[in-house]
T-cell receptor
Framework: GNSVTQMEGPVTLSEEAFLTINCTYT??????LFWYVQYPGEGLQLLLK?????DKGSNKGFEATYRKETTSFHLEKGSVQVSDSAVYFC???????????FGGGTRLMVKP | DAGVTQSPTHLIKTRGQQVTLRCSPK?????VSWYQQALGQGPQFIFQ???????QRGNFPDRFSGHQFPNYSSELNVNALLLGDSALYLC????????????FGQGTRLTVV
């Protein structure tokens, strides 16, 4: 079946540091890939997505590139802010488009 | 646009009881999916409803059941509650068509004591 593995946290960074959160996946076919963010006490918000190989999703300074050869979708940001502190989830959707499979989440803490 | 709304926001139940959670999808959406998120873990897919039928189901026992109404809103029912059912239950809505963005509600925090 489908699965998503992402680096365990917490990841603690100082403001303006560079961020990388690793994500790899196992899936049949060509799934779409997503990064969701969850702020304390809230539901999930879609951060970015990519629907095919070599696509780059980007939003709010975050980027991730769909790498089919390495089955990866690593999240990056050049300069993090305190407001980026949250839990980040990598996810894929199955070929039928009706079931998201999530990784375990990575907590990011950004200190001033 | 109200987005996806869930009720209640918090709930405390006793082992063995039954619970019903409710979800109203985002305007224009016709598909509702339910996820269970245990503390410190990623969401796990429970099932999806479209056209008032269960279309896909994850690895959850029959104690978990659902319903979708003609206005696309949905309920999640859990019978014979166990302590392990304590979690954040998330509802997501989307438009049928595959690979479309799913919008999530704030969730219902269920505590079983």
């Amino acid at each position: 079946g489908n699965s998503v593995t992402q680096m365990e946290g917490p990841v603690t960074l100082s403001e303006e540091a560079f961020l990388t959160i690793n994500c790899t996946y196992t899936a049949t076919g060509y799934p779409s890939l997503f990064w969701y963010v969850q702020y304390p006490g809230e539901g999930l918000q879609l951060l970015l997505k990519a629907t095919k190989a070599d696509d780059k999703g980007s939003n709010k300074g975050f980027e991730a590139t769909y790498r089919k050869e390495t089955t990866s979708f690593h999240l990056e940001k050049g300069s993090v802010q305190v407001s980026d502190s949250a839990v980040y989830f990598c996810a894929l959707i199955n070929n039928a488009g009706n079931m998201l499979t999530f990784g375990g989440g990575t907590r990011l803490m950004v200190k001033p | 646009d109200a987005g996806v709304t869930q009720s209640p926001t918090h709930l405390i139940k006793t082992r063995g009881q039954q619970v019903t959670l409710r979800c109203s999808p985002k305007s224009g959406h016709d598909t509702v999916s339910w996820y269970q998120q245990a503390l410190g873990q990623g969401p796990q897919f429970i099932f999806q409803y479209y056209e008032e039928e269960e279309r896909q189901r994850g690895n959850f026992p029959d104690r978990f059941s659902g319903h979708q109404f003609p206005n696309y809103s949905s309920e999640l029912n859990v019978n014979a509650l166990l302590l392990g059912d304590s979690a954040l239950y998330l509802c997501a809505s989307s438009f049928r068509g595959g690979n479309t963005e799913a919008f999530f509600g704030q969730g219902t925090r269920l505590t079983v004591v």
